[in-house]
């Protein structure tokens, strides 16, 4: 499976969902603008932010969750890390994939596989019968051959599950961390500054910012 998603997500296809990014982070802007008096919740400003990130690049979904707090796709997205005891105790099964598929036990409910399910589905009918194309992870794994709608949806739900919290809380760390050490956010600041007048932010615009890159690489 691994060898027939790699051609998928060759670099230049990855660029394509930048935009899709970049509309995220304009909320981002926006709200704190809009918010500037105000004390903000780092942590749950950027699961968001993430949410919003996956939505768009993963599901072809357009989200502003710092807008609609309660939509949907947050709401059972961020349920997943919500573990129960019983959740937590099902986790072991996970080491013995073979008993767990015989005793039909599940991590997560069935509602959720259900949520993500529609998701995908809906979007493919919609795309092949409109034709609509967009750069996105449907999109790229829709160009990969014989995949079943139930194949696709294990992969963006992998990608949901794999992504959401890990990147939820290197930006919050990384927000965290440059709160410490204000010459190292000033100095941030002013690489990323040299683009603040330019209409579009573009990968090559990003490839430039390598004082951004360490400080990445320092988390």
Known sequence: MRTTLSPAFTGSKMKMMLPLIVDSADNIVEYLNDHQTEDVDVDDLMRRYTSDVIA????????NSLKDRDNEFYRVGSSLFEFTLTQ?????STLFPSLSKKLGTRLF???T???FRTIVSSTLEYRKREKVERPDMI???METPKWTPDELTGQVFIFFAAGFETSASGLTMAIHELALHPEVQERLY???SKFKNDKELTFDKLSQLKYLECVINKL
Request: proline share 4%.
């Open 190 to 192: 002013q690489e990323c």
């Open 113 to 115: 596989y259900n949520f």
């Open 88 to 92: 937590r105790l099902l986790m072991f």
């Open 139 to 141: 999109q790229l794994l």
């Open 56 to 63: 768009t690049a993963a599901f072809g979904l357009k989200v």
């Open 109 to 111: 409910p069935e509602t």
